[in-house]
């Protein structure tokens, strides 16, 4: 038992159907190898088939599909195709899906994935691997999503395919409609742009003729340029569209450039002309502004000291000159006389300049002697004075002098004045001296007689004074003076001994105040500041003999005072030599630097450089005092420091200034460029080179700055001025295009305006829209559409015309028939009584358009007219004749949309089989209903006369009903 249990088969492996069949049904998508087991080895294709419709796996269903069973083949497919469309709750992740779609290459299976598949991401994936215009058409109709029609309807190339998407689109889908719409109009575009390319070449050629006729070339010479790059741009777009040269556009290619290498020749030496004229006028005015200046310096010149060197340069302007070629006759001569006239100037103001230095010389001795005699300490005479004057009479006095000898003058003046004062002084000075001297004398007796001993000490020395001041004064008094003075000296050395017992009372009183200093808290900076005041004041007291144990006891209180500040002075002295410290190691930095760094090296930093010295200049000056005995050395160790890096950076700021202004003179030249694009792209270049590695002073780096940018904006001014000559002409080509639609607007709305001329003026309009240019992107598409809308309306309204004239045309027809076949269903004995009626009818009746089928109505008409009269019998109307008749009245029925006659229902249903066969064939046309109708009719009245009268009536009933609708 054991064993039969352990060896006995699972039951989808047993040998009943029903048993496998309901072990299948319990299998679940996790048995997946039992599943595909049974799918590949099972006997029966129905219990196959369960199995594969449980299987999930797409590679296992894959490997079904490759089964010789044809149930299981087709089953195993038709479920991959599910699950790989999405179509099924186990269907895959859309990620794996995508990726598996990634790698196929079905054409059949990417088509079922796109009309079947639910998932916008997944058709839009498979719809980037399908390349058939007509499925991409089909998708762009009918797709539900509106992204998967967009993209679909981009994708189509064949102009058919977007004919028909945009027929079938209008009105439903707006931006379907209008990609097809654009996409067809662009192709529209390419076809006719070989017409409108050769027009243009030929618009090109016609302004080249223009100015080889204008031969002016001073104002045509960017004309001929933009024609070249005109003729270039169409030839590039020739190459592109793949236009093949033919003899004739070969010989308008070789004309053209004929015609452009005269052109150019003739332009070239204008050119070579004017730049040879404008190098001699350049020369020349360079002359004349070099002299101008040179005239100005010599105006404001004051000495001849740089008189010799303005000489040579002056003569050096007249060989410059004399060598700088010739100008035409009148330009030249007036800059000759100009050139004469500064030069006269110029020699005029040198010889004034050596007439007036000579007197400045006189002058300038005259203004020393002045000087000298100010200078001296002696009493000033009026002889002195007298002289002077002399001999500034005797030099002299010019009508118009310079600054420097209204200088000179004013200087004299000045001195004289000052002697003269001085010499006033003098006399007023001697008698305040003798009075003070009286007055000192009487002072210091009365201070002798007081017993005040300093005061008579300091008016002893007062009056000493005066006796020296006094010295050239009469003898007799000077005598008295010294007399009285001998007196009070005596007396002052007797008073000088009570003094030193004075001075002794004052220095014990210092010692006193220095003991109650000893042991206060102060600030050291205020007991420094006392005790050297009263070391000052001690020895103000020294009257010839001190007591040298009082100094030893003022000395001892002073050094006990000072005490507590040693701690203090000691801290500044120790920080006055750490910024002695700091200093000398930026003096040694900057002198090591300047030692070690290669300066003649071509990838040296230098703004680096410069920013490390100024780091270091700034360490420098933020570094405290130090020691005034070491301040010199410091001083000068950081001015050699200072001199050595400044030469090599005096060298390298001249080398980066000259770099500057050569990039400022590149910027300047570049205003001249033609080709202003050019131009800006170099000033953009040029600017990034702009480079400040050691700057000048603030003064020179701003002026230099503003040439700098000045340049530049020069330039960009010229741009911004082409810029706006290009707006100007765009504006102008926009308004000219907004009055060709006002003027297409006003053709459409003159009810007066003649039908037939609508197309020509439609024509002409385009022709001009696309002969006048571009115009502003701006409003560009709105401008556009009023173009479009207005050539539009013209079409419909042509369009209406011809409508009306062809209903009109069919009416006319009807009418012809009508009364031929009234007479042709006439008998002989009323044909008498109709017949001129009939006849006055049709002559009242005008001609068809169509000549040919008016010929034969009348042919028709004449022997309907011959049948009415008797005198000929009507031709017999044939069964083929008879039929095409009645396929003509089905035709026409179709188009307005009637049943036929229920006789006529199968060849009615024959016609459409065929019509729809070739429809699906591509061998039909669309024709418009009135063209078809049109065509119709004519046919039915070529044939002979109807067999039946209701197929006329017929004829005539759906052509009614056709022109109501």
Known sequence: MLKQFLTRKPKWQHSKIDVRKQAIEELTATDIEVLLTIAKEDSEPQLRCMAVRKISDLDLLKQLMQETHWEVKQLAEQRYLQLLAGLKAESPALQTRLAIIENLDNTALLEYLLRESQEVELRLLVLEKVGRDALYGDVAEKDSAAEVRLRAVEKITSRSTLERVMKNSRGKDKKVYRIAKEKLDAMQEIEERPKRLSAQREEVRKRLELLRKLDDWETSGQELTRVGQEWQRLAQEAVELRIVVDAQLQAQIQRFEQLFAECEAAARAYRDVQQAQAQVREEKQTVLEHLQALLLQLQQAEADGNLSALETQLDNLHTRWDYSGTLPLPEEQNMLSRFKQLHKQ???QITAIRHSHGIAVALERLCQQAEKLLGQKKAVQTKHLSGLQSARQAIEHLPQTNAHIV????????????LEARLAEQQQQRKAYQQALKEDLQALEAALEAGEFQKSVDLEQKVRDLLDLLGDAPKHSKADWERRLQTCHAKIQELRGWQRWGNSLERE???????????LEADPEDLAKRVKDAQTLWRTLNDGKQD??????????????????HEHFAQRAQERRQNYEKKRAVCETLLRFAQETDWKARDLDWKAAYRFVQQQHKDWYQAGPTDRKLRKELDGQFAAAEVALEEHFSRERKRNLHQREALISK????????????ALENVRALQSEWLVTVPGSRKEENQLWKSFQGACDAVFERDRQARQAVEHSLQGNQEAKEALCVQLEQLYNDLEATQEALPGARKKAEQQWDEIGEVPKKGLRKLEKRFKDAVRALERRYAGWQQQQQKAQLDLLRDKAALCAQLERLDSSAAVAVLE?????WEQLPPLLDATLQQTLEQRFHTACAHAEGTAALPPATAEVQTQQRLLCIRMELLAGIESPAEDK????SYQVERLSKAMGGGSENLEKTVEAEAIAQQFYRLAPASEVALEQRLGQALQVLHEA
């Open 509 to 519: 009183a210092l010692c006193a105040q220095m003991e109650a200093l000893i042991g």
């Open 837 to 841: 009626t009939v006849r006055s009818a």
């Open 548 to 565: 040298k144990a009082l100094w030893e006891r003022f000395n001892t209180a002073c050094q006990k005072v000072y005490a507590p500040c």
């Open 346 to 348: 110029a020699q005029q």
């Open 906 to 909: 199968p060849l009615r249903m």
């Open 407 to 418: 200088q000179l003058d004013q200087r004299f003046s000045q001195i004289y004045a000052a």
């Open 667 to 678: 910027i300047k030249a570049l205003e001249a460029v033609e080709d202003i694009q050019a």
